[in-house]
């Protein structure tokens, strides 16, 4: 599954497209103070992602076992240190409401979900990230 997001930011313009297999959606996020950069952070888009990880997952197996889900709430939280530090102690806790099973089966259910979460494992195996291309234009001379 090819997955991929793009953002394009300048004074007071904040465009953000997210894309699965070429179904391409806008996020509305307004620009930061100022007008550069985004008014949410990275740290918590990379939470945001844990946390909307784990409530999709849950639906998703949920279904295959026959468990309807009613309501679900995922909190997700950690630390970030000095710039360029990794985020430390990142955690998570969740609620959440079924019908037709029992407190075992949900917390069977919770369990795999949480060992199939594609977005907790990709961050658990510490994967490699690179900088594949840059492009520059500079504007204007001193």
């Known amino acids: 599954m090819q997955i991929s997001a793009k953002i394009r930011n300048d004074n007071n313009s904040n ?3 997210v894309s699965t297999e070429g179904n391409v959606q806008q996020i509305h996020i307004p620009s930061g103070a100022g007008g550069k950069g985004s008014a949410v952070n990275g740290g918590e888009l990379l939470f945001l992602s ?3 990880c784990f409530c999709n997952d849950i639906y998703r197996e949920a279904a295959k076992r026959n468990i309807q889900v009613d309501a679900l709430e995922v909190n997700v939280s950690g630390e970030f240190g000095a710039a360029g530090e990794p985020a430390t102690y990142i955690h998570y806790d969740t609620t959440i409401r079924a019908q037709h099973c029992s407190e075992k089966d949900l917390q069977e259910l919770i369990a795999y979900t949480d060992s199939v979460a594609e ?5 658990r195996k510490g994967i490699n990230i690179q900088l594949t291309s840059v492009t520059t234009k500079v504007t204007g001379h001193k």
């Open 119 to 123: 977005i907790h494992n990709t961050l």
């Open 15 to 17: 465009d953000i497209t």
């Open 50 to 52: 844990l946390a909307t």
